[in-house]
């Protein structure tokens, strides 16, 4: 069955501190991967996604994520963190062909000034 | 506006009275999706509907209803709400075409939903 792991519950960073969210999926085939963000009292927005092709994927807000199959891992980075950017972030795993996501438990980032 | 909308956006209730949770959509999608969403356990699927004929159970199921009343609206009940089922539930919407890689879940605001 498919599965998605965020190792990190809580991280917190200072401001201007790079960031790594961690990522790692069980699945049988190539997945289509997706970080999404929830703000406080705001519903998930999609940071990125991979489906195919450059494993070095840029979304919005200056995120990007590696798609690394040798470890399955789907980990999201950005190299200068805003305090804007303290959220709940998700990521999931998507069947093909079916369109279900499977979601991991999700990191809250904190961000210090 | 809004592309996906969901009402109310808060709701109290009692143990036993039947809550209704309303999902409604512009972006012309066929598929969508209820989620709840608890502390440490991200999100999970409750129901899916691929289009207006087509209503499938996700991994929990029990003791939610659904019904698609058509393409751009996707209700979620609870028959007789349970302390357990206080949540925060999600709509999304998606458009998967043929060959197409633009299969993407959007997400509504959420409903945040008390059972005393």
């Known amino acids: 069955a498919q599965s998605v792991t965020q190792p990190d519950i809580h991280i917190t960073v200072s401001e201007g501190a790079s960031l790594e969210l961690r990522c790692n999926y069980s699945y049988g085939a190539t997945p289509y991967l997706f970080w999404y963000v929830q703000s406080p009292g705001q519903g998930l927005q999609l940071l990125l996604k991979?489906?195919?092709?450059?494993?070095l994927v840029q979304g919005i807000k200056g995120f990007e994520a590696e798609f690394k199959r040798s470890q399955s891992s789907f980990n999201l980075r950005k190299p200068s963190v805003h305090w804007s950017d303290a959220a709940e972030y998700f990521c999931a795993v998507g069947t093909r062909g079916y369109n279900k996501l499977i979601f991991g438990a999700g990191t809250r980032l904190a961000v210090h000034p | 506006d809004a592309d996906v909308t969901q009402t109310p956006r808060n709701r109290i209730t009692k143990t036993g009275k039947r809550i209704m949770l309303e999902c409604s959509q512009t972006k012309g999608h066929d598929r969508m999706y209820w989620y709840r969403q608890d502390p440490g356990l991200g999100l999970r699927l409750i129901y899916y509907?691929?289009?207006?004929?087509?209503?499938n159970k996700g991994e929990i199921s029990d003791g939610y209803s659904v019904s698609r009343q058509a393409q751009a609206k996707f209700s979620l009940s609870l028959e007789s709400a349970i302390p357990n089922q206080t949540a925060l539930y999600f709509c999304?919407?998606?458009?998967?075409?043929?060959?197409?890689?633009?299969?993407?879940?959007?997400f509504g605001p959420g409903t945040r939903l008390t059972v005393l």
């Open positions: 991979y489906f195919s092709g450059d494993t």
């Open positions: 509907s691929f289009d207006v004929k087509d209503i």
């Open positions: 999304a919407t998606s458009d998967l075409g043929a060959g197409s890689s633009t299969d993407t879940q959007y």
